[in-house]
């Protein structure tokens, strides 16, 4: 039996290691932390996740232990039930009830139990292992929702509490624990619809967002199926006037696709512009791409689309950025108001795992997804459920079963 070892500073990067080196079916024999030493070993080192694993032996794997062993945890606890007295600092309650013999001490150690239950929920939520070894499909699930891309303590709390649900007999199923997993995911993920036309109300929904994430194929998109799909009557306005060639690629679309468009260079001549598409059913908007780090331009994005009276303002997001991206990407932007998000570029982002965190606290609702260059197909209407299971790579992004 060949057996290697491998050391780096995260578990993810350590699973990586044993998937390069020996294959995805390679068996994870052991995990741990170790500290390693500077200085001829004078000096301690910084820590480190060692893996210890074999492509050609197929055993349990165990998952890292970063905390004392169960027994350690639990032996003080145990002792103090047993004699009452060694437990190093019981509360003066529990003291009390030892010492004054009010209570039996079938009672004291059911109190005991359930400190350490409080215990094991508080390390688990500190993002620190239960120290209990998990069986193998718990393992391989952890290992796959890292290799989706989510953090070692989002796959740790997605394992902890599915875990907590699943019966016995399924935890050995890992496809099982994620489709529960991706409906756990599911219930966490706001949408709100694609825009809603009603006959004889005409919306007036804006596109914003950083530069070159897709504003205007996806105006596009949107446009085409309005009107070639539903036969709705559409209008475009664009405000990006800082490039001559962005007005010429929305005017390409907007003769492709035979649609009347507009070009608004200040606030005040957008209110003109929109009564100028008096009875028609959608009035889109195309802005020029900000930087959300550029308070004033974002600013001013308000001020016009307050001339407009927008329905709706999409945030365009491409999906290729990280997690703190987003995040900081849709703080800039409240400026500007945006009532959804609108998600692009889904078939070049190589996972969405790390989106899960900022798409789940539901700030804003999730609109449409973009899936390629191709107009007007390649747009859908954000739909939670399959969203969940990309993230978590049930589906790919064509929407077929991976
Ligand atoms: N792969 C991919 N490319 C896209 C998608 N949406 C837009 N693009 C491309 O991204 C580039 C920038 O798009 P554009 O609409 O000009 O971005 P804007 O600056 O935000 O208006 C163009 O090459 C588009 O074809 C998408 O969903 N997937
Ligand atoms: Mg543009």
């Known amino acids: 039996m060949e057996v290697h070892t491998f050391r780096a500073d995260t578990m993810h990067e350590a699973l990586a290691l044993v998937r390069r080196e020996l294959g995805p079916d390679a068996a994870i024999l052991r995990t741990r932390e170790v500290r390693t030493s500077r200085w001829f070993g004078l000096l301690p080192g910084p820590r480190k996740i060692e893996v210890t694993a074999s492509a050609s032996v197929n055993v349990p794997s165990r998952l890292p232990s970063l905390e004392p062993p169960r027994d350690a945890l639990t032996a003080p606890l145990v002792a103090f039930g047993e004699a009452g007295l060694n437990l190093e600092s019981p509360s003066a309650e529990t003291r009390n009830l030892a010492l004054h013999g009010e209570a039996s001490v079938r009672e004291v150690r059911s109190r005991l139990e359930s400190m350490e239950h409080m ?3 508080l390390c688990c939520r500190n993002g620190t292992q239960s120290g209990r070894d ?10 796959d929702l890292i290799d989706a891309d989510l953090s070692e303590e989002e796959a740790r709390n997605w394992v902890e509490r599915v875990r907590v649900d699943a019966a016995c007999d399924h935890i050995e199923e890992p496809a099982l624990l994620k489709t529960r997993i991706a409906r756990m995911v599911e219930s966490e993920l706001a949408v709100c619809g694609p825009i809603r036309l009603s006959r004889g109300q005409r919306r007036v929904a804006a596109l914003i967002g950083p530069t070159g994430v897709g504003k205007t194929t996806t105006i596009a998109k949107l446009a085409a199926n309005f009107r070639l799909r539903e036969n709705r009557r559409v209008g475009l306005i664009t405000v990006d006037t800082y490039r001559i060639a962005a007005v010429e690629q929305l005017r ?7 649609l009347p468009m507009q070009v608004v260079s200040a606030p005040r001549e957008m209110r003109e512009a ?12 195309d802005t020029a791409g900000r930087s959300p780090k550029d308070e004033i331009k974002i600013r001013e994005l308000r001020a016009i689309l307050n001339e407009a009276r927008a329905d709706e303002v999409h945030l365009v997001i491409s999906s290729v950025v990280g997690a703190k991206a ?3 990407i849709i703080d800039h932007f409240q400026t500007a108001s945006p009532t959804a998000l609108l998600l692009t570029k889904l078939d070049e982002a ?15 609702p999730l609109s449409y997804l973009t899936n390629g260059q191709n107009v007007p197909d390649d747009i859908e209407v954000a739909d939670a459920g399959k969203l969940a299971r990309m993230i978590l790579r049930l589906e790919n992004v064509a929407g077929t079963a991976s």
Do not use: K, N
């Open 119 to 121: 215990l094991h929920e």
């Open 134 to 143: 998990w069986p193998e499909g718990l393992f391989r699930l952890y290992a």
């Open 252 to 258: 390409t679309y907007a003769e492709i696709i035979d």
């Open 274 to 285: 929109v009564q100028r598409f008096a009875g028609f059913d959608l009035i889109l908007i």
């Open 326 to 328: 987003l995040r900081q």
């Open 350 to 364: 190589p996972s969405l795992g790390g989106l899960l965190p900022v798409l789940s606290e539901g700030r804003l």
